[in-house]
């Protein structure tokens, strides 16, 4: 049975730290809210330079347009994103 699990992946522009450090809260802000909605799994940075952010979505593009609006994204400091369908087996979101 599948869970509609998305696991999108970012990749921020290193070069531009302080930015990145002055949007973190409202990029923080925006993933609550998308947890709120029921729709955030899970996020978190990933080493270098990156995130994992883990949503509900029916697909890879659904997952993608749902982060449109991160202001990391909407402040160029995403550099490169992808997403791909998860489906847990193991674990909190799994069985």
């Known amino acids: 049975m599948s869970m509609n699990i998305a696991a999108v992946f970012y990749t921020y ?6 930015d990145l450090a002055a949007v973190r809260p409202k990029h923080r802000d925006f993933l ?3 947890r709120e909605e029921g ?9 270098p330079g990156g995130a994992l952010i883990v949503v509900r979505a029916r697909s890879e593009e659904e997952a993608l347009v749902l982060l449109d609006g991160d202001p990391m994204r909407t402040a160029g400091l995403v550099t490169k994103r992808s997403a791909r369908m998860w489906e847990p087996v193991i674990g909190p979101f799994g069985e």
């Open 13 to 18: 522009d290193s070069a531009r730290a302080d």
């Open 32 to 34: 609550r809210s998308l």
């Open 39 to 47: 729709k955030l799994l899970a996020s978190g940075p990933l080493s």
